[in-house]
């Protein structure tokens, strides 16, 4: 049971940051020039919203479980005086990469979406402001998702 719970884990966490790779180094470089042609602006939209699915997927795959194979090294999700030096990191992290993540999805989202059918002089600024967010916000996620990983890694080898 403990390798597939490891198995399991792994493999959302590579779903979901390999994505991140691919959207990120891959497609995203095609759209970045204004220039690009708009079926490249759908293609990327498209996969986007399709990667949606497969992040949701995976991170209810990791917050299942994450608990269980920490609860196998003796630290339990609900008692913070049970998790080590580095798990509290990485609970943290991963929080924080949640609310990244709840924010890019469920806040900036739509709101890009919004804006991006309005003229650039004609937009509120708050829809200017979810705009240039929205360009960083992935890639901030993509950087703590790396860091999590590193952390992981320190975690499992300690």
Do not use: C
């Amino acid at each position: 049971m403990y390798h597939a719970l490891v198995a399991l884990h792994l493999l959302a966490a590579v779903a979901w940051i390999g994505g991140m790779l691919f959207l990120s180094l891959v497609l995203a470089p095609l759209v970045k020039n204004r220039k690009a042609a708009p079926e490249f602006m759908a293609l990327f939209r498209s996969a986007a919203l399709r990667f949606r699915v497969v992040v949701w997927t995976a991170i209810a795959l990791l917050l299942t479980t994450g608990p269980a194979l920490l609860a196998r090294r003796g630290m339990m999700l609900t008692n913070p005086a049970s998790w080590s030096s580095v798990a509290t990191v990485k609970i943290w992290l991963v929080l924080l990469l949640l609310v990244v993540t709840v924010l890019h999805d469920v806040v900036l989202g739509p709101q890009v979406g919004r804006a991006s059918s309005i003229p650039a002089s004609s937009r509120t600024a708050w829809e200017k402001l979810a705009v240039s967010t929205a360009r960083w916000v992935p890639r901030f996620s993509l950087l703590l998702s790396l860091v999590v990983i590193v952390v992981a890694v320190i975690l499992a080898r300690s």
